[in-house]
């Protein structure tokens, strides 16, 4: 039976197989057109499509914008640095301004987790959650799934380290929920201090050391260090880090010849990745990365307008 048409897109956690491959086959839809310029700028004609990032981004708000406005959308990006936020303004009241205007897509970044399920209670629109604190980034999922799936043909059956400072990465519990669900082993690798104790729940094997860890896998996903987010102490230094942890072609050698190396960005070069390894032609699917982000949320935008129009 076809999953029920969703509103919101908060988070990977809970989403059918079914659901996620028709979100990808559409985005794989979007890639051709986005390359030859085709997309169809009528679709979202009509509809207001509102940014609102409390946390900073490159890669996520512009291929929001980008997304927006290449379905024809009108996108307004909300500044929260010069809005009525620094005049103590709440977030549920800057939703109910926002959501009086009758804008149709809200995208929200929020260093509070649950931030956009809250906001999802509170406005008409439908809301898109675009990383909230430590817990979920699901379009990120979405876009990784659908470079590893074109570059590898499936992700059942592979087998995907994703590595470093998994503790603060919303990145990471996207997709150990996306990747478990849909078929592939996934393996946590990282210093103690950087895992959520009892992580193995998620279906997942956790390493400590990188050796062993990358043995053979098909996929590395390396994660940035978050300090922003980090207590003192957890990592002696980044020097330190980067020896034991840090993806060099040494590390990278452990892996299966054919191991695609991923970053969600913004990377920390030299400190969880090395530079030829990032920038690696061959091996590197990174910059692949942000063009599948593009192609997925215009599969996530289209999704959730004609979920919202009753004809998804
Ligand atoms: N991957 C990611 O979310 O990047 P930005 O912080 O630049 O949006």
Known sequence: MAP??????????????????????????Y???????K???DLLRGRTLINLFFEDSTRTRTSFELAGKR???????MSVSTSSVNKGETLLDTAA??????????VVRHDQSGAPHLLAQKVEASVVNA???????PTQALLDALTIRRRRGRIEGLTVAICGDIMHSRVARSNIHLLTGMGASVRLVGPPTL????????GVTVFHDMAAGLAGVDVVMMLRLQKERMAKGLVPSAREFFRFYGLDEAKLALAAPHALVMHPGPMNRGVEIASDVADDPIRSV?????????????????????AALGNA
Do not use: K, Y
């Open 195 to 202: 895992l959520p104790s009892a992580i193995e729940r998620l």
């Open 31 to 37: 890639v051709l057109l986005n390359r030859t310029g």
């Open 39 to 41: 997309t169809p700028r």
């Open 71 to 77: 379905l024809g959308a009108d996108v307004l990006n």
């Open 97 to 106: 301004t926002l959501n009086a205007m009758h804008c149709d897509l809200l």
């Open 286 to 306: 990174i910059r692949e990365q942000v063009e599948m982000g593009v192609a997925v949320r215009m599969a996530v935008l289209d999704r959730l307008t004609r």
């Open 4 to 29: 029920a048409p969703r509103r919101h897109l908060l988070q990977i956690q809970g989403m059918e197989r079914p659901e996620i491959d028709a979100l990808l086959d559409l985005a794989e839809s």
């Open 131 to 137: 990383g909230d604190g430590t817990h979920e980034h």
